[in-house]
């Protein structure tokens, strides 16, 4: 399986994919995970992409596809794997789409989480709590939903027109959510 997955922030992306992971036996590719980790070891990549993510932007394109045609590239992506927040702007998705081509494969499916802005607001409050996330604060999670409707969302009919879209209701408890996936993935 290769597969992106998109959605709001807190629809679930990055909790159904270390599930769906398991599921399909693909690496899931985080692009928030491994900025997080570079930001946690401080190295260039880290320093670059904190100032960003604190402020709710997407990191730049250059920085993030460089990134990903790099992680696309190791041995454990060649059979497949469940793209996490990648791409996020139609930029992106173009990129992307020359990555695949030039390792001579094509996307399978590219799979929408969905969830209203209120719900994934609080999801993302609650998350504050636990983790203490510095983008989870109430006027970066606003930041982050206003550059998703401007950025990210336009992806959905991007997709749709290749006839790859499937989208899956988000909200429930996350078993009920990972069932829906993986139904979805199978169709
Ligand atoms: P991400 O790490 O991708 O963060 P996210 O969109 O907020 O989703 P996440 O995966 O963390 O949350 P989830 O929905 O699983 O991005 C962070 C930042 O990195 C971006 O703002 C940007 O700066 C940068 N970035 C990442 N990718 C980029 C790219 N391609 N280009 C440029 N910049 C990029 O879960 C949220 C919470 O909801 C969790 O606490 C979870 O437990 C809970 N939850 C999940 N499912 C639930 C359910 N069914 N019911 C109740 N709670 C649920």
């Known amino acids: 399986m290769r597969a ?3 959605g709001p922030p807190g629809a679930g ?3 159904q994919a ?3 992971t398991e599921r399909f036996g693909v690496p899931a590719i ?3 995970d491994i900025f ?3 930001v946690k070891g401080g190295t260039p990549l880290g320093v670059k992409a904190q100032e960003y993510m604190n402020a709710g932007q997407l990191v730049p394109d250059e920085v993030t596809n ?3 045609r790099a992680r696309l ?3 454990d992506a060649a059979a497949g794997f469940l793209l996490d927040g990648y791409p996020r702007n139609p930029e992106q998705a173009v990129e992307l789409d020359s990555m695949l081509a030039e390792l001579g494969v094509e996307l ?3 799979i929408e989480i969905t969830a209203d802005f209120d719900e994934v607001t609080q999801r993302l409050l609650k998350r504050a709590e636990i983790e203490g996330r510095a983008d989870d604060t109430e006027p970066v999670i606003r930041k982050r939903l206003e550059v998703y409707a401007t950025s990210t969302a336009p992806l959905t009919a991007f997709y749709a027109g290749r006839g790859l879209l499937v989208q899956v209701d988000g909200l429930g408890e996350i078993d009920e959510v990972t069932e829906r996936l993986v139904a979805a993935v199978a169709r």
Do not use: I, Q
């Open 30 to 32: 985080s692009t928030g």
């Open 13 to 15: 992306k990055g909790t």
């Open 66 to 68: 460089a990134m990903v």
């Open 4 to 6: 992106v997955l998109l």
């Open 73 to 75: 590239a190791e041995d």
């Open 36 to 38: 997080r980790a570079n």
């Open 18 to 20: 270390a599930r769906l």
């Open 108 to 110: 399978d499916v590219a």
